[in-house]
Nanobody, 116 residues
């Protein structure tokens, strides 16, 4: 059973930075893409950004220029570097991955709280 474990969330002041990590229990080359999603209470989970197996990256407009996705194949880990954080970035961040056969996996989420 594939597991994705997020870490790195916490409380930060607006304008600050956090780096989230998503460690996979299998080699991340098994996934055609891995991504980060953001969810606030009562709202749908929204895509923050993804990185494909080829290394291509796409971001939501709201985070472009502030957030960066990267990966370390040796550690089977994907990161989300979040800079210039805003209060609206508050929420739970989930890591997701999809295999070539279409199977999706999700982490348990990590809470990010940005105070004003």
């Amino acid at each position: 059973q594939v597991q994705l474990v997020e870490s790195g969330g916490g409380l930060v002041q607006a304008g600050g930075s956090l780096r989230l990590s998503c460690a996979a229990s299998t080699t991340i080359t098994n996934f055609i893409y891995m991504g980060w999603y953001h969810q606030t209470p009562g709202e749908q989970r929204e895509l923050v950004g993804i990185i494909t197996i080829e290394g291509n990256k796409n971001y939501a407009d709201s985070v472009k220029g502030r957030f960066t996705i990267s990966r370390d194949g040796a550690k089977d880990t994907v990161y989300l570097q979040m800079n210039s954080l805003k209060t609206e970035d508050t929420g739970v961040y989930y890591c997701a991955a999809k295999t070539g056969s279409g199977r999706e996996y999700w982490g348990q989420g990590t809470q990010v709280t940005v105070s004003s």
